[in-house]
């Protein structure tokens, strides 16, 4: 028998997946935890409590062996926009599971935080030899630097945890729990957001994500080393891991 459930206002279908009951609650500061349950076609919920619910954009549905839904990018502009609230100001952390079918394409989007071409925040795995991930800002003069990067020689067809988190002037990327990089000369500055993406940069297909990306969650908090680690070791069974 197909029951419903309510989220937020919405009524969904409740259907017979146990993959709800599975998931652990929202971290602490939560805007934005999207578990990928219940997969409901172009719209992927937001179980942070705030509402902000994703559109997906030709990206489509995928379940792993463990139950998981995640959404599948084939690189040529898949994406799924996020509302404007999603956007972090002057602290945050940013937490995903990405895995990539090409890691020799220059540039893959995996997140995206924006505003029209300045003070940005991107979340970028990095296409070569030693294919990695790339945490990217702008500053209010539309100035690029590189807040850290995580040169870790990544694989194809394989999970990882990233983790960005960013408060003043500390920035730090964590892979599969690991503080893989961390900068504290750049100081980033307060500002305001219309254009989040997972998946690519927007209006910008050439840079656009090529695999599968899951359990994508946004704080204002900024998480430890501990938490970073304790977090991995907490989903990494969905993955296989």
């Not at 309510?6 to 939560?30: C, D, F, H, T, W």
């Amino acid at each position: 028998m197909i029951t419903q459930i309510k989220e937020r206002g919405l009524v969904l279908p409740n259907i017979g997946v146990k993959m709800e009951k599975q998931m652990y609650p929202p971290p602490a500061g939560s805007v934005l935890y999207l578990s990928g349950y219940p997969p409901l076609g172009a719209t992927i919920i937001d179980h942070s409590g705030q509402g902000n619910h994703g559109t997906i954009t030709d990206a489509t549905w995928t379940r792993l062996a463990s139950g998981l839904w995640c959404l599948s990018f084939d690189g040529t502009g898949d994406n799924v926009a996020l509302p404007a609230a999603v956007g972090l100001n002057s602290a945050g952390t940013i937490k995903i599971w990405a895995r990539t079918t090409n890691k020799t394409l220059t540039n893959q989007y995996i997140y995206t935080d924006c505003q029209d071409g300045s003070n940005e925040l991107i979340l970028t795995w990095v296409g070569n030899l030693d294919a990695g991930i790339s945490f990217n800002g702008y500053d209010n003069a539309a100035y690029q630097f590189q807040l850290a990067y995580a040169n870790t020689n990544l694989a194809n067809n394989t999970w990882y945890h990233i983790v960005a988190c960013f408060q003043d002037n500390d920035a730090r990327l964590y892979v599969n729990g690991v503080l893989r990089d961390s900068d504290n000369t750049v100081n980033m500055d307060a500002y305001t957001h219309v254009k989040n993406h997972i998946g690519y940069y927007s209006g910008d297909t050439a840079w656009a994500f090529n695999g599968n990306l899951a359990l994508p969650t946004v704080m204002t908090s900024v998480w430890s080393d501990a938490q970073a680690l304790n977090n991995f070791n907490q989903e990494r069974h969905f993955f296989g891991i």
